[in-house]
């Protein structure tokens, strides 16, 4: 089965609402990161965590590793928060990234 | 903010011919992987290294080889391109604190 369980896999949301994404993992992941896939193709880094939260603008993160799932929370949605989120586990002592295989969100206006 | 580039960013090539991805970073990170991407999917891992001269098999290494030259080098070799090797290619080097910072990818099309 998939090592890292990424939930929903599509997703469209109204401008101006809040969404929550999340990752479970049955890998024991000691570090995650989450990453925006744009239209364009390129991933851009949205958080790296150990276990515990971060806060960056709009977005939320958290990652719980005894209970083995991380969430990323979109306050607010706007029209480029559109794309694909990825979530990504490593293992303590390895930094291989294992992915899930995304969220497809789209923003409405 | 970690700079990798790639190139070529995109590639048409034939069946059977030999194909090099290269990737290049200048934050003198020891880390730095291969991965492809195939439509609906998440990233896997081919091949990475930790440092010029060392390479070393991912989850997914059959059919690609890697080569690191240098600390800033690392490149993907398709010795015979099969269509099934038709996907997009992302590079990235591991930072200080265990983050990957990825390259823009190389969208690589096997006729």
């Known amino acids: 089965g998939d090592k890292v369980k990424q939930s929903p896999s599509a997703l469209s949301l109204q401008e101006g609402t809040n969404s929550a994404l999340r990752c479970n993992f049955s890998?024991?992941?000691?570090?995650v990161q989450w990453f925006l896939q744009n239209p364009r193709g390129s991933l851009i880094n949205l958080f790296y965590?150990?276990?515990g939260t971060k806060e960056n603008g709009r977005l939320k993160s958290a990652f719980d590793s005894k209970e083995s799932y991380s969430t990323l929370h979109i306050r607010d949605a706007q029209l480029e928060d559109s794309g694909t989120y990825f979530c990504?586990?490593?293992?303590?002592?390895?930094?291989?990234?294992?992915f899930g295989s995304g969220t497809q969100l789209t923003v409405m206006p | 903010e970690a700079a990798v580039t790639q190139s070529p960013r995109n590639k048409v090539a034939v069946t059977g011919g030999k194909v090099t991805l290269s990737c290049n970073q200048t934050n003198n990170h020891n880390n730095m992987y291969w991965y492809r991407q195939d439509t609906g999917h998440g990233l896997r891992l081919i091949h990475y290294?930790?440092?010029?001269?060392?390479?070393e098999k991912g989850d997914i290494p059959d059919g690609y080889k890697a080569s690191r030259p240098s600390q800033e080098n690392f490149s993907l070799i398709l010795e015979l391109a099969t269509p099934s090797q038709t996907s997009v290619y992302f590079c990235a080097s591991l930072g200080g604190i265990g983050e990957q910072y990825f390259g823009p990818g190389t969208r690589l099309t096997v006729l």
């Open positions: 290294s930790y440092g010029a001269g060392s390479t």
């Open positions: 890998i024991a992941a000691t570090t």
């Open positions: 965590l150990v276990p």
């Open positions: 990504a586990g490593a293992s303590s002592g390895s930094w291989q990234l294992i």
